[in-house]
């Protein structure tokens, strides 16, 4: 039994699992936050263009 407690409280994986985790979301909130920044920019130009054009 005291074995089987040293090898749960050495075992990592589960820690490293979530440490992915977030690294994926933090990345993927990096993306999302970039993306809407560029569609906001994109929106505005387009919409000079567009008037430009009238």
């Not at 820690?15 to 929106?43: D, H, P, R």
């Amino acid at each position: 039994m005291k074995n089987l407690i040293v090898r749960f409280v050495k075992n990592e994986s589960g820690a490293t699992a979530i440490e992915y985790g977030l690294i994926a979301a933090g990345i993927s909130v990096a993306i999302i936050a970039v993306v809407n920044g560029l569609g906001t920019q994109l929106n505005a130009k387009f919409g000079s263009i567009s008037s430009q054009l009238k």
